[in-house]
């Protein structure tokens, strides 16, 4: 136990390294991305003047390595400036934006990981059998078929033909006011207020992008899951624990066992793919998530909502990882002696 | 008190399938292994011996096949027990001991949750009598430190120990049959003795049987009582170790033993090579690399007869050859 809390040490002393490189990546965007930000805040028929002066507001016509200490010493603080657009702070966008969308993410990978390493044990074990080659077509159409896709086919199944869910509208129903804001995050806000009425309809408009987003991510794990256990099946390992006389189902457990280090970082990996590609689904559910947001960002070249977007998500990937590293050391006795 | 523990093989048939077709890997070997005797399985890589020694177990796993033959052991035919019936006889009445200890052993639980497993898999008991049970199990293969090896995991087990491991856990429950499939192949050769000396004197403690897979003449003129030799997926000769080692009738057995190395000597290889097992010979596997093979032998499979004394030999031509043999090498 000592040596992996040793290990766990180690590991976050690199977080601070790591973000320092995320952060000089996202300001070498600005040198990369084409355009002048000034016309993008004034419009292209702004006179010398006028540009010139908002220039000068953002530090434009400092030399780069000064705007670069400027931009390292704002991140160090939580300052991640104001978009050009809106000018509201990319923080706090952020922080009112981001539980929105870790409401969806989340969920769907807790819901990939079970029904991925379920699908995936059966087809595993059963691979020769009818069971295996059905949960054979099942993950390859699941692999096939991208969120938004199903997202759709879900919305016209199960809310304009059937009437299951509510019209997806965000996170509450449009005739429902937001609870009073205390941190901004919808969610806690409700819950702060105990407005549980709240809380279930956000967890109502929740389902359907969670089912959508959750099965697609499912069929990776169902894959990694499939071939893992399928290698351990043919094991002497497995022949072994048979030859004792294990019962069958400590059998699959034995076999199990050796897919658990590839269903961690898989966990960690989609998290990290999550954090951007939520963006479509969050965009047909009208979800006010970060992906979305994000985008729209993008689009319109809001470069402070770009950087700031890169800094949050790639330290949120960075701290997966490093939950990840640990959370494996600390599961194998290899790693962990 | 477990029964008697007799292991009888009649016609074990079993086959691969492959994408070039079906691997005969074993067509119709039969013996019997009584309580007492080391039976040892020789031949050459691919002659089916682990094959057949997998499909007594239960253990054959798809593209394998068992295709046909009865195995009895202690009056109950194993063929037709499924899956539930054979594992509680597995790890219970028949121990197995493979052939890497490290393959075998479970690198992510505990060697003590390991025991606990296989304990629990065929009696009732709390950890705390796990514990006990195991820990006696491990003194018996000659661990100095079970409690030490107990709290630890598979990696940090030098080969032998792990070994050790391995047979404490397959003779926990006191099986009367063991088998081995090359127990001693993965381990150092200072070792090898140790661990065959470890096995077979768990087996000459109380009447139990073992079946050995082995290509080691060696370890077989050393630890078996007995002896069966196979080639190409058959059965050619078995006997008592010293019958067919000072006088072998069957000429894969007289090639076999002519090459094994001796100091000084030269080294005498095998001509030739298996014959093709999917198109499988009608007559004997052997006759293409045999000195002695006339047109019988191409046309006709030999069957195994006979030769008195619990011997038996499928050639054609081998009861001429007995006085022959044995006149030559002494």
């Known amino acids: ?337 | 008190m477990k029964a008697s523990g007799e292991l009888k093989v009649e016609d074990l048939r079993v086959s691969f399938q492959t994408a070039q077709g079906t691997v005969r890997a074993v067509n119709g070997v039969g013996f019997v292994v009584k309580p007492g005797d080391v039976l040892g399985v020789v031949g050459e890589s691919g002659c089916g011996k682990s094959a057949t020694l997998r499909a007594i177990a239960g253990l054959t796993q798809p593209p394998g096949h068992i295709d046909g033959g009865r195995v009895e052991f202690d009056g109950r035919e194993l063929t037709g027990l499924g899956r539930g019936g054979l594992r509680r006889i597995l790890g219970n009445e028949i121990g197995f001991i493979s052939q890497s200890p490290f393959g075998a052993l479970n690198p992510i639980l505990s060697i003590e949750r390991q025991f606990r497993n296989v304990i629990k898999a065929h009696r009732r008991a709390s950890a705390r009598e796990c514990r006990e049970i195991a820990l006696k199990a491990l003194r018996d293969v000659g661990i100095a430190g079970p409690e030490r090896v107990l709290d630890g995991y598979a990696h940090q087990l030098s080969g032998g120990m792990a070994q050790r491991v391995v047979i404490a856990m397959a003779t926990v429950h006191n099986p009367q049959l063991i088998l081995a499939d090359e127990p001693t192949t993965a381990l150092d050769v200072t070792v090898q003795r140790q661990i065959l000396d470890l096995i077979t004197g768990l087996i000459a403690e109380s009447n139990r049987s073992m079946l050995i897979v082995t290509h080691d003449l060696g370890v077989v003129a050393q630890y078996c009582t007995r002896v069966l030799v196979m080639y190409a997926g058959q059965a050619v000769e078995e006997g008592t170790v010293d019958q067919v080692f000072r006088t072998p009738q069957h000429p894969y057995t007289q090639a076999l033993l002519a090459a094994v190395p001796k100091v000084g000597g030269e080294i005498r290889g095998l001509q030739g090579g298996l014959p093709d097992l999917i198109n499988y010979p009608s007559g004997c596997p052997y006759a293409d690399r045999c000195p002695k093979a006339t047109e019988v032998c191409v046309e006709t499979r030999p069957p195994m007869v006979r030769a008195g004394q619990g011997r038996r030999t499928a050639c054609h031509h081998a009861a001429g050859e007995v006085a022959g043999y044995a006149a030559a090498r002494s």
């Open chain 1, 1 to 337: 136990m000592r040596s992996t809390l040793t290990y766990a040490l180690k590991r976050l002393l690199l977080v601070p390294f790591m973000l320092f490189l995320i952060a000089t990546l996202s300001f070498l965007l600005l040198a990369l991305i084409p355009g002048d930000p000034a016309v993008l805040i004034v419009g292209e028929f702004a006179d010398q003047e006028t540009l010139a002066r908002v220039r000068a507001d953002l530090g434009l016509d400092r030399p780069f390595w000064e705007q670069y200490l400027t931009y390292l010493a704002a991140v160090a603080q939580a300052d991640l400036g104001q978009s050009y657009l809106t000018g509201t702070p990319v923080m706090e966008e952020i922080g009112q934006r981001l539980p929105n969308s870790l409401v969806i993410i989340i969920p769907s990978l807790l819901m990939a990981v079970v029904v991925g390493t379920v699908v995936g044990t059966a087809g595993g074990y059963f691979r020769r059998g009818p069971v295996g080659k059905v949960t054979s077509v099942l993950i390859s159409a699941a692999q096939g078929v991208p969120p938004f896709f199903l997202a759709i086919v879900l919305i016209y199944l199960l809310v304009f033909t059937i009437r299951m869910f509510p019209v997806p509208t965000g996170m509450l129903y449009s005739s429902m006011r937001p609870p009073p804001e205390v941190t901004g995050v919808v969610p806690l806000d409700a819950l702060l207020a105990g407005q549980w009425s709240v809380l279930g309809a956000i967890t109502a408009h929740a389902i359907l992008p969670v089912i959508a987003t959750g099965l697609f991510l499912a069929s990776y794990f169902a894959k990694t899951v499939r071939t893992s256990v399928t290698q351990a099946m043919a094991t002497p390992q497995v022949e072994f624990a048979r030859a004792c006389g294990l019962p069958e189902r400590q059998v699959v457990r034995y076999a199990l066992l050796t897919a658990r280090t590839s269903v961690l970082t898989y966990t960690a990996v989609l998290f990290g793919v999550m954090l951007s590609a939520t963006a479509v689904v969050e965009v047909v559910f009208s979800w006010p998530g970060i992906g979305a947001w994000a985008l729209d960002g993008v689009l319109k070249g809001d470069l402070p909502i770009i950087q700031g977007f890169i800094v949050v998500t790639g330290g949120l990937v960075i701290i997966a990882y490093v939950v990840l590293d640990v959370l494996v050391a600390a599961l194998d006795p290899r790693i962990r002696h």
